[in-house]
């Protein structure tokens, strides 16, 4: 079994080397397993250091010219080469825990695709207006949205997909 982790980026130079790492230490669930496991960033036309920042971080970059989420998430779908596709934001931080219970709906054989809930750190900037905040654990900052379970829900085309 091999796991394509696509994370589409647009200047994200701020967040993505901690996400790489993040969503690197998670994949360990999918090894214990004795799966395989790749990242891919697609870079979407970002000005910033993006793209170099995420092959320092050893992944496997591709790129797309049309700023658009879709786009950037098709073009490295058609780069990687696993059997399951899982989608990351970069600015998102995905556990161990979380691969873990991905890794056992997958190995269940009962879903073709899924999704997540997504958790705020906090509110910030504009997200205020839809947001209320309880108590959470508090990240450095910025926008990190919170992976908690995962719902499957969704297919897409002929390959399998799951979207965090």
């Known amino acids: ?30 090894s214990l397993l004795g799966w395989e496991s790749e ?6 036309n970002s ?6 920042k995420a092959r320092a971080a050893g992944a496997t ?4 010219p049309v700023n658009q ?15 399951w596709l899982v989608f990351v ?6 556990s161990r825990e979380l691969f873990a219970d991905l890794a056992s709906v997958i190995q269940s054989g009962r879903c073709l695709g899924g999704g997540a809930v997504v ?4 509110a910030i900037g504009w997200t ?14 910025g926008f990190h949205p919170r992976l908690e379970r995962d719902q499957p829900d969704k297919t897409l085309g002929g390959r399998l997909v799951c979207l965090l």
Do not use: Q
């Open 1 to 30: 079994m091999k796991i394509s982790v696509i994370v589409p980026a647009f200047n994200e130079e701020k967040f993505i080397a901690r996400a790489l790492r993040k969503i690197k230490a998670a994949t360990g669930a999918f």
């Open 69 to 83: 989420i879709s786009r950037a998430r098709n073009t490295g779908a058609a780069a990687a080469t696993g059997d």
């Open 119 to 122: 958790a705020m750190d906090r």
């Open 89 to 94: 934001d970069a600015d998102s931080y995905p």
């Open 39 to 44: 990242i891919i960033v697609c870079d979407n």
């Open 128 to 141: 205020g207006v839809f947001i209320r905040n309880g108590p959470r654990d508090r990240l450095d900052g």
């Open 61 to 64: 970059v591709v790129f797309e």
């Open 47 to 52: 000005t910033d250091r993006t793209a170099e």
